[in-house]
């Protein structure tokens, strides 16, 4: 087995707001994240395919290829976005780190399939916090 | 002469936007910067200070109270903040990289004086773009 | 499952050196490290968590609660010390990275739980050097 | 079980290229990195090993020797060579990362033991491309 | 006067080798660099401008179009090239980094003009070497 | 002009302590630095040199020789030492990132001329936190 990461980064917006909570509960909970204009990040992805290596070309996947996937199922929908306004799964879903990751797994499952498997997807919000998810169980 | 510098972060939104043009003039100068929902980044500041080291301490200005400094006029007031909204500054100039480096220069020049002359403010905007200031002529 | 890393660092010197061994068997096995005035490094720590997102919150943990079990059970008596003189651990074992990692997984484990479990320990001594420490068994 | 996690780094040439194919077919295949005069990287190795931590010495491995084992059988190797032409496993292979990380497990496997056991060899071609090799199933 | 940088990165071959010396002349000055087969780096680099501000826009230069004048007028042309083989320059020049910043330089000076004023064209050929060029004079 | 710098890095103990203080006054100016067990870092060290460039070679120095002098001069002097007890500077002066700038500056600047001109030492105690010195006037 052999893994292949590659690497891509995206700047979006979001906050944190619970919208059965009362603002002071908003403030305690998520401090300044909690700020309804909004702050952002610089965020990085590390998306982890698994698979065999093609005797022939010596990839588990095409580097081009997997860079376009990203590309148009991540990137282009995340990118200089308001992730809690614009991005369909943050509507209802907090956009932490957590959910950022597996939103990212859920999009791209089938997409990297049956090219290569995906094997986790690691999100950082900043160089000091990330996520990673490896699917369901 | 002796420099030092400190290096300090704070994540905030912003978009780029000028009132009197069009959204199509807008989105043609701006691009993606100019979805006025906001994005967002992890801004890195390095402050730079010269002066003499103190014979005694081998300090050029006592680093405990330069952060501090850079916490109260810096960071409290950018960080997890919508740049366009809540920071003064960017109310009516854009909140450009090298706009950010003019406004920190002078929300500090004053602050780190007499203890030490404020000599370079720099902005990544991120890790791949960034802006320098050393203040007027 | 999910996994959350949060990463913090500290300062503080150690060496390397066994009583039991002449000084010509310590310099020889442990080259500059067995210099008993002591060196130091900038640490780093990544702590990794594992558990549930919350359906509300979108946290496997607070992160603020995070943060401040990591200051309080390992920066707080770590940082600015001197390992060998200066942490209970370090009296009997050696200071080394891996020694330091099980270390830290013994301080935080009870601590993080049950509100997540506590899944790797990654202490970098230097960037080209690491440990990571996932518990017994 | 403890890891322990030494990175060391080279620099080298290489190109892509399968001889049964027309130049069209591998220009198409591999775009820029067909070009046969070659390009090349300065890759980074993590090679990681676990084992029992040594009650006395506090290590796994001796740090010194598992520096020169990676500098004999790897680093003197690869280093400033040009892969294709010079290190005998690309003679026939493609030296993809893939197969890069891959060939330098099966040179490290036998050399790092009985003392330890490799656990992992991660190869970053780019800061934004690495693979993961565990060894056969 | 404020100064803006934009990075880029490129990946190529290159080798040390003066014709009229011998091959033990060549080796022992460039020692493995003389390895005519080439080696390679992931290069990178830093492009300074200096200018005004645009009250409008907020910017110095538009950044799109800098990155396109960095694209063209040095990625397309360096990156996965052989240097010594494919650029122009190095035909009759040695591309040490030194020599690689002042070409990068000549070749940008009169495109960023008269929107903006280069500054200053840092290269990194590693993390731990790099050369910075000013202009003439 | 053109600059060439190259990255050098040690680790090393210090601590701050002005022995006509009481160790209140210590405590309070320095905080956890007055600990006299000491703390330490992984220091970066970056050396510009300044000169023409070598028509034939392409070099404003030689990099295996200016490797050789940062060996000799700086790394084998503050390496995996104790800055207070083992650096002679540091007997009196305090080894603050300021001072050590200035010390670094004085070991070299007669060693890399005339080959070349000194112009610049950084040296970093930590990721963000940096000095510069460009000599006596």
Known sequence: MILLTRRAE????????VDSWSEAQN???FG???NRNGHGHNYVLDVTV??????????????KWL??????EVIAVFDHRHLN?????????????????????RRLADKVSPAATL???RVYETPDL????YGEA
Chains 1, 2, 3, 4, 5, 6 share one sequence.
């Open 10 to 17: 995206w700047s979006a917006s979001h906050y944190y707001w």
């Open 27 to 29: 403030r305690e909970r």
């Open 32 to 34: 300044k994240c909690a």
């Open 50 to 63: 698994r698979g065999n290596v093609d005797p022939q070309t010596g990839f588990v996947v095409d580097l």
């Open 67 to 72: 860079k376009d996937v990203l590309e148009r």
């Open 85 to 105: 306004l614009e991005v369909p799964e943050f509507r209802t879903l907090m956009p932490t780190t957590e959910n950022i990751a597996i939103a990212i797994w």
């Open 119 to 121: 094997h986790q997807v």
């Open 130 to 133: 990330f996520a990673d998810y």
